[in-house]
Structures are given as C-alpha cells and as structure tokens.
C-alpha cells in the first residue's frame, strides 16, 4: 500500500527541544588597543549625552566641544569633560591640529559641508545618522574621505545594541546558515515629539527613527542584492500629530525577504520583536524597545539562550566609534563606513519614496 504523507494542518509543535549552552560571540563594542586620539564634537544637541556618557567610560578624551550656542556647548563640557575647549565656530575646532576625530552630531540638513571642511582639514569623522539626505552627495563625501586617506564613518549605533550584535555575530559564525527572513516589529509611543521641531519632520517614523533597523535588515543581509521595497504610512485613529505615526515596508532580496513594520501611536504594552530565519536556524529576539534581550537561538541541536550583557544607550555609542577608532588604528574600513551605510540609507529613502506614491520602488 502507498504510505499517507503525514499532515500537520494544525501547526502542532514537537517537543520541546533540548536546551544548550549558548556559544561564545564577540558581540560587545570592540575597543582599540592603543589608539588614543583626541577627539573634537560639532553639535551638543540632545542626544550628544549619550556620545560623552559613552566615550568618557571607555576613556577617550574628548578636547573640544562645538555648538552655536555657547550655553548648551559650556553645559557639555561642565557634566563631562571639564577640561575641553569650547567653540561657537566649528571651523575654529578644525584648525586644532591635534583634534583627529571629529565626531558630527548635527541634522542632516547642517551636516554636509561640516562633514567636507573636516576632511579637507583632515580629521577622521563619525556622522550622525542618517547618514545624508541625499545618497549622490554621500557618495562625494566617500570619495573625498578616501582620496584622503581619512576613515569617514556613520554612527549607526543600534549595530552594537546587544540583541542585534549578537544576532549578527550568530551570523557571520555560521549559526543559521543562509538567511531568508528578517522580521522587525515595533509599537510604543512616540508622541513626545508633540511641540518639537521633530514634529515637522515628515517621515518622522520611516526616516529618522526606522533608519536604525533598515541598517539592522541590511546587516543581517548583508551580501544579498536588495531589489526592490514597497511601504506605506499611516496616520492612528486619534492622532493630532502632523507626521504618520504607523510605517510599515517590505524589502525584497534576492532569496529573501525583510518586513518592518512601526507603530509609535501605542499607548500601551510597549514592546519590540526581531525574528531572522535561515536554513540552519532562527533567532527570535523579544522585550521593551531597543532592549530585546530576552534571546533565544533555535537550531538542529535545541535551544540555546544567551544571557545578553550590556544596553544599546549607551554602548551602542561606544561601539559606533570604537569601530571607528579600530579601523583607523588597524588601516582598514570600519564595518560602519559611510560607503556600507549608503545601502541602508538607499533602503530607508525608497521606503520613504514608496509610502509617498503608493508604488514599489525598484533599487
């Protein structure tokens, strides 16, 4: 007799697997060995805390401080570098001969020509994010950094975010074989932004936030050609901000697939979700926003659940420019460059691009 093909229409699960001793990765920011440049900061906005916080815990020393106001720059050094030199023109902080890293943390709109005068003064850069506005102006800026010989880098620091370290590391060691599915998944509240200038950002939730796991989808992808990515925005039930505050995008590789999807109009059980799937295994990474660290790698051999170390603020800010400050000890790109980030922004922009027109966005 023909043997019945067994069926499982109810999605049932086996047993439970065995559980295993989660492998060793090298997910934590790295540091230089014996670098120690002098670092300068253009921008002492809001989240440049963070930055200082970051660097004064890894011991870099941070000897000049920028800012056209005066008052926010002074505010700078007194809670963190004390002994810094404060400037209201950044083109004064670029004539210091012995500042090496310029670290630029201003909007994108003020930050090209800053980022060219520091090349062209010769100084490494670590850019905020994202990276440029516009992807033909950032490759010009790529293409200066390296006529120069300088390391021009983006401070894509949710890379370094322990969940999402460890998931890349996992990786690059082979652990789930060939990826074919990240999954991203976000709701919380974003409406803090009421009254601010974020406010008037239009693309407030696709762009300025979403870059981070754009840049995520296209490191666990790395390697694989991105074709083409269709997204659409939407205003909540209720909302009076200006900008959509649900974004969702679907980016098609070949041989894969990323969905993202963002609601920052959730008032209640804040939460984020990452799930990467491949022919040897799958990572599922839950818990509260930029914190997902309750961690588990599925395989052949069982589970295994990493006990994650660390938090995304601010070691998130440690490794962007500990990447930095490695490749340039080492003589080589950081794996944050601006070249490598061109492709995440390219991918957040045709989002952008396709929620606007209803249309997918060929890349």
């Known amino acids: 007799m023909k043997k019945t093909a067994k069926t499982?229409?109810?999605?049932?699960?086996?047993?439970?697997?065995?559980?295993?001793?989660?492998?060793?990765l090298p997910y934590q920011p790295p540091k230089p060995r014996s670098y120690r440049p002098r670092i300068g900061m253009i921008g002492c906005g809001g989240i440049t805390p963070a930055h200082l916080d970051a660097y004064?815990?890894?011991?870099?020393?941070?000897?000049?401080?920028?800012?056209?106001?005066?008052?926010?720059?002074?505010?700078?050094?007194?809670?963190?570098?004390?002994q810094a030199e404060v400037f209201t023109d950044y083109r004064r902080l670029l004539e210091r001969a012995d500042v090496d890293v310029v670290d630029i943390t201003l909007h994108p709109e003020h930050r090209l020509p800053v980022i060219e005068a520091a090349l062209h003064a010769g100084k490494h850069v670590l850019s905020q994010k994202p990276f440029v506005a516009?992807?033909?102006?950032?490759?010009?800026?790529?293409r200066l950094a390296e006529r120069r010989g300088l390391r021009l880098a983006v401070n894509?620091?949710?890379?370094?975010?322990?969940?999402?370290?460890?998931?890349?590391e996992a990786i690059r060691a082979g652990l789930l074989g060939e990826v074919q599915a990240v999954s991203i998944s976000l709701n919380w509240d974003h409406t803090w932004i009421r009254g601010t200038a974020f406010e008037k950002v239009r693309?407030?939730?696709?762009?300025?936030?979403?870059?981070?796991?754009?840049?995520?989808?296209?490191?666990?992808?790395?390697?694989?050609?991105p074709r083409r990515v269709f997204a659409a925005n939407a205003k909540a039930p209720g909302q009076d901000l200006k900008p959509p505050m649900l974004g969702s995008a679907l980016i098609q590789f070949d041989g894969a697939l990323a969905t993202l999807h963002f609601d920052a109009h959730s008032r209640f059980g804040p939460g984020e979700h990452l799930c990467v799937t491949g022919s040897k295994g799958t990572i599922h990474a839950r818990g509260p926003i930029c914190q997902a660290h309750d961690l588990t790698l599925h395989t052949r051999r069982g589970v295994a659940r990493p006990e994650l170390k660390g938090k995304w603020f601010n070691d998130g800010f440690r490794g962007a420019m500990g990447e930095l400050l490695c490749a340039i000890e080492q003589d080589r790109e950081p794996a944050n460059s601006a070249r490598d980030n061109l492709l995440s922004l390219k991918l957040c922009l045709a989002a952008v691009r396709s929620a606007g027109q209803g249309t997918a966005e060929r890349l």
């Not at 499982?8 to 060793?24: G, I, M, Q, V």
């Open 8 to 24: 499982n229409y109810d999605l049932k699960s086996d047993a439970p697997p065995r559980e295993f001793a989660a492998p060793r």
């Open 56 to 82: 004064r815990s890894a011991g870099w020393d941070v000897v000049a401080l920028c800012n056209r106001s005066e008052e926010a720059a002074l505010k700078r050094r007194d809670d963190f570098y004390p």
């Open 134 to 142: 516009n992807p033909a102006a950032g490759l010009r800026l790529v």
């Open 156 to 168: 894509q620091n949710g890379r370094w975010a322990p969940y999402a370290s460890w998931t890349r």
């Open 203 to 225: 693309d407030i939730v696709l762009h300025d936030f979403a870059i981070h796991w754009f840049d995520m989808a296209a490191m666990f992808l790395a390697g694989k050609k």
